[in-house]
Nanobody
Framework: QVQLVESGGGLVQAGGSLRLSCAAS????????VGWFRQPPGKEREFVAG????????DYADSVKGRFTISRDSAKNTVSLQMDSLNPEDTAIYSC?????????????????WGQGTQVIVSS
């Protein structure tokens, strides 16, 4: 079992920044990948960004490319999502997910463990 806890969500004005963190604990074995997903109000959950356990590979949805940066601290078992130039369309519940495979996946069903999520609200 792997437990994931997100933090860092909140309310921010358009153009602002937030940094989300995902702390993982439990039976964590290499290789693995971690993804960030979000679910806007009234919409389906969508892939945001992913990173491999080594940190050598990352992937971003087109909607956040150039504005969001995913990174990991393997010593602390944390994955962060730096979100800059936020706009109201980024408003959503953001969740991190853990996958027991080396490659990043964009489908939520390919992940094995999920955090509870953290709310991000971007005001115009």
């Amino acid at each position: 079992q792997v437990q994931l806890v997100e933090s860092g969500g909140g309310l921010v004005q358009a153009g602002g920044s937030l940094r989300l963190s995902c702390a993982a604990s439990g039976r964590i074995f290499n290789p693995y990948a971690v993804g960030w997903f979000r679910q806007p109000p009234g919409k389906e959950r969508e892939f945001v960004a992913g990173i491999t356990w080594s940190g050598r590979a990352t992937d971003y949805a087109d909607s956040v490319k150039g504005r969001f940066t995913i990174s990991r601290d393997s010593a602390k078992n944390t994955v962060s999502l730096q979100m800059d130039s936020l706009n109201p369309e980024d408003t959503a519940i953001y969740s991190c997910a853990f996958r027991k495979f080396a490659n990043i996946a964009r489908r939520s069903r390919d992940y094995d463990y999920w955090g509870q999520g953290t709310q991000v609200i971007v005001s115009s």
